[in-house]
């Protein structure tokens, strides 16, 4: 069983920065993709950003490319969400999630096992 702890969220005015961390135990975190998804009240949550086993493959949801940077050490069990530029619409609960999964599958919300308990994230204008 996977634990996972968010922390980093807060609020920052449009332009701003933020970064969020995952801590994880109970498990091989070297073993599993790690994602970050977000989600708003009334809407159903959303992919944000994924980063692989290595480390090397990452993937964005085009309306964070560009500002959103993922990145993990395996060594602290740790997954991080560097945030740039953002903007009000950036407002949500950030989740962390971990799982087993195919590449093809690693944008979807019920293709990971362990999810965390959020951070919230407040963008002002």
């Known amino acids: 069983q996977v634990q996972l702890v968010e922390s980093g969220g807060g609020l920052v005015q449009a332009g701003g920065s933020l970064r969020l961390s995952c801590a994880a135990s109970?498990?091989?975190?070297?073993?599993?993709?790690m994602g970050w998804f977000r989600q708003t009240p009334g809407k159903e949550r959303e992919f944000v950003a994924l980063?692989?086993?290595?480390?090397?493959?990452?993937l964005y949801d085009d309306s964070v490319k560009g500002r959103f940077t993922i990145s993990r050490d395996n060594a602290k069990n740790t997954v991080y969400l560097q945030m740039n530029s953002l903007k009000p619409e950036d407002t949500a609960v950030y989740y962390c999630?971990?799982?087993?999964?195919?590449?093809?599958?690693?944008?979807?919300?019920?293709?990971?096992?362990?999810w965390g308990q959020g951070t919230q994230v407040t963008v002002s204008s």
């Open positions: 109970g498990g091989s975190f070297s073993t599993y993709t």
């Open positions: 999630a971990a799982g087993v999964l195919a590449f093809s599958v690693a944008k979807q919300v019920k293709s990971y096992q362990y």
């Open positions: 980063i692989r086993l290595n480390g090397y493959n990452t």
